[in-house]
């Protein structure tokens, strides 16, 4: 598959590079074309405009901190319909970076500003170093409403080394944003995010 790359992120880098080394044609973009070739560089890929990323590719990562996503998408021309019809992963989070107060369904806006695109919520929970490294018992949760782009998506999810699992509807990503914005807050508190998450039991 071509896979498209819209930012130049610490998340955008691993994922990029993890699917160059899967065997992908991968092509990124970002708001400083320097970074964009420099990365393509590092992976043997190729750098392009986000505009050339959204036509050209058979499906899109969206990886860019949440105050820049309108920016990052209007380059990219998804209001004028570039990514219609293709899957485009939702890898933002729109939460104040340490706090992880939630400002507004992410998944959600994409899809209302990426006219047509078949937005899969993916990839947000975990730190960009996750996909540099072991990936083993790694889940995935994904929402979507397209069961194309879930099996597309699933299967680039799989080529990390992790695992898929459907979470629901794109309606449901608002919720897997605010699981974000908790695992975040904890984080910086200085807790371990699994710690408050209730185990199953070991009896029996």
């Known amino acids: ?25 991968v092509v990124v973009g970002g708001r400083s074309p320097e970074k964009a070739r420099a990365l393509a560089a590092e992976w043997g890929a190729r750098a392009a405009t986000p505009r050339e990323v959204a036509v050209e590719s058979d499906a899109v990562l969206l990886a860019v901190l949440w105050d820049g996503v309108d920016d990052m998408l209007r380059l990219a021309g998804a209001a004028e319909g570039t990514l219609s019809g293709k899957p485009l992963m939702d890898a933002t989070n729109a939460v104040d970076h340490g706090i992880g107060v939630l400002h507004r369904a992410n998944a959600e806006h994409v899809a209302e500003t990426a006219i047509g695109a078949q937005v899969v919520k993916a990839f947000h929970l975990y730190p960009a170093e996750q996909w540099n490294g072991d990936t083993s018992g790694v889940v995935v949760p994904l929402s979507g409403d397209d069961e194309g782009a879930l099996a597309v998506v699933s299967g680039l999810v799989r080529d990390t080394g992790a695992e898929p ?4 509807k794109l309606d449901s990503a608002r919720q897997l944003e605010e699981v974000a914005g908790f695992v975040i807050r904890l984080f910086f508190a200085g807790a371990d995010p699994r710690a408050a998450i209730p185990g199953r039991s070991r009896r029996g």
């Open 1 to 25: 598959m071509r896979i498209g790359i819209l930012g130049t992120g610490m998340v955008a880098t691993a994922l990029g590079s993890a699917w160059a080394r899967a065997g992908h044609e």
């Open 165 to 168: 699992w459907h979470f629901g």
